[in-house]
């Protein structure tokens, strides 16, 4: 029931260098932290008690994480830069209006001034019962994701179960980002990879996020598509505030259809379709409306009753195809 | 900005019905009014409570010593610490300030802790070990019906859990419903629905060195809170001063004594320290006392000619694990239906259960939301299955003004054919209704509510309402009430009443409220009774001091005093309350003669027959050669009102105000979602004394209606609260705000203080059955469940399209 | 428990605090700056919102060590002495004030939005607004005064 927060141990280096060490010191002498950008989701979990770290090592100080650059065709926007900063920059409202729209979904105009893009796409997955009041979670065991051994939401779930916690993932910059096929330039005690954003999510909602203890997303890079135009469409009873209970993104170009889904699963949906493959644009789109349908595992842990956000999934996809269709015009 | 008062007679008062901000609006805007949780005592202690994880257990034991022994602790509470249970209402007195021995629902209080810092408070309690045997809970009103030998309140019910039951029968149901053109009956569920109010609760308690303690809370009703805590700890009420700060919403939701208020002044009175609490969120959900999850069965009988000519319903509502306002609600259920058309056959039964979930209480439009969407879709039904224009018929059917109700309520004034018809025209009704392309919808209903109990909680022949009036030696006038101001304005209304009465600007008044050791006693903040009652009374008191001080006057200028009449009673029935000015003994009704040959304007104080003046001031000074001091005291006491019938005295009303909607919505067919596009309200509440309040008051009932309508629920799992919080618990934002249109809608109440009635509640409950009957002119559907989710619009949608393929 | 300096209303606090405290808890209980207010504590009812180099943020959701180096303004340092902010004369003239918990929130809201937009539409004008929940207003009066205020901003009548 508390509000109040354990105490930590903070940290706010002011570069690449100061944070590289520290998290090197960290790591060697083992130590427990964890990274804050925003603090938007990680401060509410920290309130509800769901983690207690020992320390935490905030990425605001460090100027060289954020910003919106243009090189030749890819535009390069720092892990630290905040939804609102995405959202208004001429850039991304010139080569991505999807994307600035998508991130003006999110949450509100106050928690966008201050949540980045980097904890967007690694917000970490929600559940009814995970992100619940700690009295709630006081009167039952506690769930795989709490380091127990029990799942509430599938009371059949055990340990060895290909997938042990359903917690579902709910950033709505991720499915556009990845039908933009955004790379994530990730630092760590190894320096520095770069990998396909798809490639950062597991099927795991304990932590969806395929990245080690010491690493961290420096930037995100999206090549300006040619002839793509994507729709991004967000199931959510009120039109603030609230998360996903399911989002849509759909891109559609002279040979390709593809579509991502968020608020389901415990990682995002990615599926793609030629059109060269089907008889006719129809055929496509209800292919692909059943690839997103048989991804789709929804269960009772959202305002809305599962067999509707599932029921939602094709009409979302083809209200993103029409729009599309409807704006080319 | 726009003329508010446009649309409304102009009767010539100077403060009375214009557009005035809120008093404590500029305190407010600059962040300075100081809230419970603002105020600063000396070196308060913190109080944590620890709450039961379990909806239903036996404490088998408890063991706090490790929590003790806790430094920075300073004292711990348990259930064995408090012998008298309580509640609002003097026939459920059934609430615990702690648990004692038994759990009742989730979130029930079992330990409190008071430590030097909230850090302390919280890591004590987690080293408070409870033993709990868990027992079967009861989740259901169903379940709660049936016979077990584990009933929640053994004491007060030894078979089932039932709390209360009611049935009421007039007329002759069977006849009436003989007599109908169309009979339908119908089940509709209704969620339970939380205040939501933006200001969590809290109380801070301050000690003197003679152990008096000061309460400062955020309390609806100082005056229930007073005598429940005197009774709960054992001591004289005068050593209780009761303090309601600035505070931020209440809605009902904090209009009972709670546990928390309880603990905190044990605490004080226990350890002579000050101290003080405040909810999370969640607490607050835990605590509820919001509106009641609902299962009625409703039948209506309805004829072409005569209207209806029956209704009966059949309920059941889940009051979880106390009392509460319980008994009230249920009978509200029920009588609340007696307007605005009259019924001639009327029986409804209702029972509350006791459940093992958190209870419910009052909640704006208390009991009168759930029956009145089911009888206003209902009638909608009937119109559309005639073939009769849904508004046409309603303003046919409106009360009209001094009639009886079948259940002998007084209805006198009524307003509210010439706003329904002028928002018929706004909105172009019959250009739209039944004529709108699939998706587009309009929809009607209308509404009644009290303007306050005329019966009191706890039985006894005080006024209902008491205000003090002084004025200083440099003629600054001061209203003390015991009535609370909860954001709706009743201080400035207060204010108004002083100023009108004694032509002074707004400026010029200072109100003390809701302090139980300054201002006398006011019944507190609910069945919207303060404009009425306490606006009387604040009425009254300054007719007094403009009778002290037009004497002075005279005495100034050597002319005879005005000669008052005395009162006399009123033969007609419908005017009980109608006596003539009463200066000697308190003014106890109609408006608006106070005229006594003087005008106050301006600073004086003129003789129309001699067109001589004195100044204000002089006369003050004057009154103060007489009486040392200038104070008066107002009152209102509600009329004898009523049957005499068991159980006649719920709902009794010196006035009722009427409301009608109409509301247009998009509903969208494949999603499901519903937009309220626009709300144009008709609302009587006599002659608005601010309709800048008044709007207020219409737009905020939209706005929690439309949360009911479309999206909020409280949700259980096996007596679990799942959604403690604003992300998912869905209050409507501002996007979702439909746009507002007000007509102004206006009757001569000739009770009401300057001829005005409740604004406050009756306007929230027509909002939802409108929406309703809009969606099912946009899209065919009826809608008999609340939320109206919009995964419900699409199962009804799917359902009536294969309805439809099987007939045709 | 760490040292930071934290410019508030144009002042700079220095103060002894434990990390986890928020800037919240800093401005009520440490500065007595009451006037923000703390109505869910997680970021879901926009009472606490307060602006951070001139943008509106949650307070309850800021750590105060992150205040450091930053412009923290809150409803206190908005009037300029008596003289009230436009979207403060407004809110009082139109009746967005009933309970006036949420207020303070609002009036930051709406002050960010018109020092950066001097046409706001009826939807940027929700939009501010659509985080901080008003239980008794039904918003259309704090739009309202919104817009009014835009209008007499432009009007130039306030600095
Ligand atoms: C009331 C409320 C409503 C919300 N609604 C939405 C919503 O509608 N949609 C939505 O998507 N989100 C929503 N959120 C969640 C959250 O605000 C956003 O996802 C936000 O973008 C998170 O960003 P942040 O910078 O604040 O993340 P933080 O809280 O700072 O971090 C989030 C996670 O990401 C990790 N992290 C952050 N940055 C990096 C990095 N550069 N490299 C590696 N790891 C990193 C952190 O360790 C942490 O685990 C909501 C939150 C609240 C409180
Ligand atoms: S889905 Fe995951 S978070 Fe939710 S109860 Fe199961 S294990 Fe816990």
Known sequence: ????????????????????????????????????????????????????????????????????????????????????????????????????????????????????????????????????????????????????????????AKRGDEVLCQARFVSDTAPVLLLLEANITIMGQGGLRKIKLNDLYLNDGIDNRSLRKDELITKIEVKIPENESLHYEKLAIRNALDFPSLGVAVCLSEQNLSVALTGLNPRPGLFKAKIKNYNNFDEMVSDICDQALAFAVTYNQDFFPRAYRKSMIPVFIKRGISNILKEKK | MVDLTKGYPDKGYKIIGKPVPLIDSRAKVMGQALYTDDIRLHNPLTIKILRSPYPSANILSLDTKDALALKGVKGILTGADFKNTFGVLTISKDEPAIARDVVRYEGEPIAAVAAETETIAEAALKLIKVNYEITEAVLDSKTALKPTDRPLHPELNKENNLHKKVLQEFGDMEQGFSEADVVIEKRFRFASINH??????????????????????????????????????????????????????????????????????????????????????????????????????????????????????????????????????????????????????????????????????????????????????????????????????????????????????????????????????????????????????????????????????HWNKLPSSTVRMTIDHDGGVTVYSGATDIGQGSDTMLAQMAAEVLGQSLGNIKVISADTRITPVDLGSYSSRVTFMAGNASRNAAIRMRKILVEAACALLDIDPPKYEKPEKSKDFFRQGGLKPDFEQGFLGPNPDYSDGFIFEDGLIRSENHNQSVTFLEAVEKALEFEGILQTSGTYRAPKLGGKFKGAGAGLSPSYSFTAFIVEVTVDSETGFIKVDKATCAHDCGFPLNPLAVNGQIEGCIHMGLGQALMEEMVYDNGATQNPSFLDYKIPSAFEQPVVDIVPTFSDDSEGPFGAKEAGEGILAPIIPAIANAVYDAVGIRLTQLPMRPDRVIFALEKAKKDKGATS | MNLTTVSVNGLDYTKAVSPSMTLLEFLREELGLTGTKNGCDSGECGCCSVMVDGKPMLSCLMLVLEAEGHKITTIEGIAQGNDLHPVQEAMVEYGAIQCGYCTPAMVINGVHLLENNKNPSNEEIKECISATVCRCTGYNSIERAIHSAAAKMKGGCHG
């Open chain 2, 196 to 457: 939501g109010f933006t200001e969590p609760h809290a109380t801070q308690v301050e000690i003197d060195n003679k152990g008096n303690i000061t309460v400062y809370s955020a309390t609806q009703v100082p005056h229930y809170l007073h005598m429940a805590m005197a009774e709960v700890l054992e001591i004289p009420e005068h050593n209780i001063r009761i303090v309601k700060p600035h505070l931020g919403g209440g809605f009902g939701g904090k209009s009972d004594p709670f546990p928390h208020e309880m603990i905190a002044a044990k605490f004080a009175l226990d350890l002579g320290r000050n101290v003080k609490i405040k909810f999370t969120r969640e607490e607050v959900f835990f605590s509820h006392h919001g509106r009641h999850q609902t299962d009625l069965t409703m039948k209506l009988g309805f004829s072409k000619e005569k209207g209806i000519t029956a209704l009966g319903l059949d309920t059941l509502i889940d009051g979880g694990a106390y009392g509460s306002f319980g008994i009230v609600t249920t009978y509200y259920n029920g009588v609340l239906l007696q307007g605005p058309y009259k019924i001639p056959n009327f029986r409804f039964h209702v029972n509350r259960m006791y459940t093992n979930k958190p209870m419910c209480g009052a909640m704006r439009g208390h009991g009168g939301v759930n029956p009145r969407f089911a009888s206003e879709v209902l009638l909608d039904m009937a119109c559309a299955e005639i073939g009769l224009d849904p508004a046409e018929t309603r303003l046919k059917m409106i009360h009209k003004e001094n009639t009886l109700t079948t259940n002998e309520f007084r209805i006198t004034s009524v307003g509210l054919q010439n706003g329904l018809k002028e928002a018929m025209r706004r909105t172009k009704w019959h250009e739209k209704y039944g004529k709108l392309p699939f998706g587009k919808g309009i929809g009607v209903a209308c509404g009644f509510f009290i303007s306050g109990s005329a019966l009191p909680i």
């Open chain 1, 1 to 156: 029931m508390s509000t109040l927060l354990e105490s930590f141990n903070y940290v706010r280096p002011t570069n690449l260098d100061q944070l590289n060490l520290l998290v090197m010191d960290y790591i060697t002498k083992g130590y427990d932290f964890t990274f804050s950008a925003g603090g938007t989701d990680i401060i509410p979990r920290l309130k509800k008690q769901i983690f207690n770290p020992e320390n935490l090592i905030s990425l605001s100080g460090i100027s060289d994480l954020k910003g919106i650059e243009k090189k030749g065709e890819i535009i390069i926007i720092g892990a630290l830069t905040t939804l609102d900063d995405l959202a208004n920059h001429d850039l991304i409202k010139k080569y991505f209006p999807t994307l600035a729209h998508a991130a003006h979904k999110v949450a509100s105009p106050q928690i966008r001034n201050r949540a980045t893009l980097g904890g967007n796409i690694m917000v970490d997955n929600r559940c009814s019962y995970i992100n619940q009041s700690s009295l709630n979670r006081d009167c039952h065991a506690p769930c795989f994701k709490a380091d127990g051994d029990i799942c509430h939401i599938v009371k059949r």
